[in-house]
């Protein structure tokens, strides 16, 4: 499977302030996704991110908040905007073989807490 | 209701014990199921999709039921590495979105 590179791995930021995530994957993949699991919770998707399209984002989140890039088939970010305690959790990102019904492999994820 | 749900547990069962776990899913038209093994602060991590006539690795056996709508886990003879929380997903028909479970909670003791 892909092998797949988050940075930060973790980071404690002030309310207000924004953070931009990196996702690299050692092979080309068409479809990216990013997930949001909270302190207890399971993995809720953000966003699916397709080189070349604007992100899919699902109900309750919004780009203004969770803008995101895809500039090549192997890269993505996520930036979590004006951050609020709330947005304390752990980031996401995964892909998927570009076959259907393939499992999806995630990236070691991003620790973001609040202050 | 949620489109995938699992009893959250915890499940405390002692060293050498089996174990199962269940998960629901609401959308018949889903096509691809798996098992993942998510450890604490840890990413999940893939431990075995779930094939029509059910799946066996090592002491792990994966089983589909499409008439219920429910897949299942069984772990044999529990190590103490296999606590961890363990999360169905289910793919639905045509798309390569997944949706996950919240997880079920294992803690194995000696």
């Known amino acids: 499977s892909a092998v797949i590179s988050q940075k930060p791995s973790r980071d404690i930021c002030q309310r207000g302030t924004s953070l931009t995530i990196q996702c690299q994957v050692d092979?080309?993949?068409?479809?990216m996704f990013w997930y949001r699991q909270q302190p207890g919770q399971s993995l809720t998707l953000i966003a699916t991110?397709?080189?070349?399209?604007?992100?899919?984002?699902e109900s309750g989140f919004v780009i203004d908040k969770f803008p995101i890039s895809r500039p090549n088939l192997t890269f993505s970010t996520l930036t979590v905007s004006n951050m609020s305690p709330e947005d304390s959790s752990i980031y996401l990102c995964?892909?998927?073989?570009?076959?259907?019904?393939?499992?999806?492999?995630f990236g070691d994820g991003t620790r973001l807490s609040i202050l | 209701r949620k489109e995938v749900e699992q009893d959250p547990g915890p499940f405390n069962v002692p060293e050498g014990a089996t174990v199962a776990f269940n998960c629901t899913y609401s959308?018949?038209?889903?096509?691809?199921f798996f098992w993942y093994r998510q450890d604490c602060r840890k990413e999940p991590k893939l431990l075995m999709s779930?094939?029509?006539s059910g799946n066996e690795d090592g002491r792990f056996t994966a089983q589909l039921n499409r008439a219920s709508q429910y897949i299942s886990l069984l772990i044999r003879d529990s190590k103490l590495s296999d606590s961890a929380t363990y999360l169905c997903?289910?793919?639905?028909?045509?798309?390569?979105?997944?949706?996950f479970g919240a997880g079920t909670r294992l803690f194995v003791k000696a």
């Open positions: 995964s892909v998927t073989p570009d076959r259907e019904g393939q499992p999806q492999h």
């Open positions: 092979s080309q993949v068409t479809m």
């Open positions: 991110a397709n080189q070349g399209s604007e992100a899919t984002y």
């Open positions: 959308n018949s038209a889903s096509q691809s």
């Open positions: 779930v094939y029509s």
């Open positions: 997903a289910v793919n639905a028909a045509g798309g390569f979105k997944t949706i």
